[in-house]
């Protein structure tokens, strides 16, 4: 049975060094199984030279991704079978690919960055254990419309359940899905509309909404007073009690980690639960949650399951993990957002102020323990 100290030696030992952790929780109310571990692979926007060129925000080019995303997928195979390894969509970005030069085909597209990205390409497939979720920059890997696409990626799913209840039905399962969803840009503008915007914008676009907080350290804020109206949740001021910056750890064991997170919380945004509530929220961040709370459920429906506690998306670039209570108040709900490997990140440093560093995130789970990392990637505050 895999451990988190498992996958934090064998990364560690892959990448010759530390991890960072981001966020943490451990709930028990998730019924996630002991057995369970997964490691989840967030956007990577993979794109070939000629399209980095052109759009800003890709700093991982296919020759600097060899080492860091070649540590990853060591790891994985390392740790073997019982790993489950889930890529959550928008690993190409057919739209810039595809603005560059429309006249190729989806397979061509893929093809192209296949071979520019040759190094890793082949180490990362259906064959070798992974699963391909469809984003919404590479929906059409889920959908061919030519017939051309490589068949490792023609399976591309647009969402996959885990957990005991996708085989016994007795636990609520986890959703896993790109989270486009839960966007409601991404519902209501086409895709041809998207990158004719995309288009226009051109080298200053980024895939991160602005306004969602990048510094999961705003997290929590020990309260006093009664329990808050989630109704009035965004009108309630703040206290007088700020609790302090948490700088992010490097670990490299689950000691580690117990010395930086003792309790089974680290930088963990909570709307409204019995004790904490997260400093300044933002009408976008609390309204994003809120729909996946509610989509959520509403897939629950569609495929017949038990409404999941946990969602694990990628998608809007921003590493959090977000939690709530359900309508009953005793149900957790809590959404993994596993960030992403492109654009920049900024965090407390150990020293003082920021660290602002390349994107470069895993989400893992084992059983009812959540965690997000960052990988070691240069410091780009200058």
């Given at each position: 049975?895999?451990?988190?100290d498992d996958v934090l030696t064998t990364l560690c030992g892959q990448l010759?060094?530390?991890?960072?952790?981001?966020?943490?929780?451990?709930?028990?109310g998730l019924r996630v199984p002991s057995s369970t571990?997964?490691?989840l692979l967030p956007d990577l926007?993979?794109?070939?030279?000629a399209a980095a060129d052109k759009y800003a925000g890709y700093h991982f080019r296919p020759n600097e991704l060899g080492a860091l995303l070649g540590a990853v997928i060591r790891a994985a195979?390392?740790?073997?079978?019982d790993l489950t390894r889930i890529q959550l969509g928008d690993r190409y970005d057919l739209w810039r690919e595809q603005i560059v030069d429309g006249a190729r085909t989806v397979g061509a597209v893929v093809s192209d960055i296949r071979n520019a990205c040759?190094?890793?390409?082949?180490?990362?497939?259906?064959?070798?254990?992974?699963?391909?979720?469809?984003?919404n920059h590479d929906h059409e890997l889920a959908r061919p419309t030519d017939g051309s696409t490589p068949e490792a990626f023609e399976d591309a799913e647009h969402l996959i359940w885990l957990g005991a209840s996708a085989v016994s039905g007795r636990d609520t399962p986890i959703l896993v899905l790109h989270g486009d969803t839960f966007d409601i840009v991404e519902q209501v503008f086409p895709a041809s509309l998207k990158k004719g915007i995309l288009h226009t914008v051109g080298a200053s676009a980024t895939e991160t909404t602005k306004k969602l907080s990048r510094d999961p350290t705003t997290v929590k804020q020990q309260r006093s007073g009664p329990v808050i109206d989630p109704k009035q949740f965004r009108s309630i001021p703040l206290p007088d009690y700020v609790a302090p910056t948490r700088p992010l750890p490097a670990v490299a064991s689950d000691a580690q980690v117990l010395q930086a997170a003792p309790d089974p919380t680290f930088n963990v945004y909570f709307f409204p639960s019995p004790n904490f509530y997260v400093l300044d929220p933002g009408g976008q961040d609390l309204d994003f949650f809120k729909a996946a709370r509610s989509r959520t459920?509403?897939?629950?429906?569609?495929?017949?399951?038990?409404?999941?506690?946990?969602?694990i998306i990628g998608h809007t670039h921003n590493p959090r993990i977000v939690a709530s209570r359900r309508e009953d108040e005793q149900t957790p709900f809590l959404l993994m957002?596993?960030?992403?490997?492109?654009?920049?990140?900024?965090?407390?440093?150990?020293?003082?102020?920021?660290?602002?560093?390349?994107?470069?995130h895993l989400g893992v789970v084992v059983g009812c323990d959540i965690r997000i990392y960052q990988l070691p990637t240069p410091d780009i505050s200058d």
């Open positions: 049975m895999i451990t988190h010759n060094g530390s991890v960072t952790l981001v966020s943490r929780v451990v709930e028990p571990a997964v490691l926007h993979l794109i070939t030279d195979n390392e740790l073997g079978s040759q190094e890793f390409a082949a180490s990362m497939t259906t064959a070798q254990g992974w699963q391909f979720l469809a984003g459920k509403d897939i629950a429906v569609q495929f017949a399951r038990p409404a999941p506690k946990l969602t957002d596993c960030g992403a490997w492109v654009e920049k990140s900024t965090f407390p440093s150990k020293l003082g102020g920021q660290m602002t560093v390349y994107s470069a």
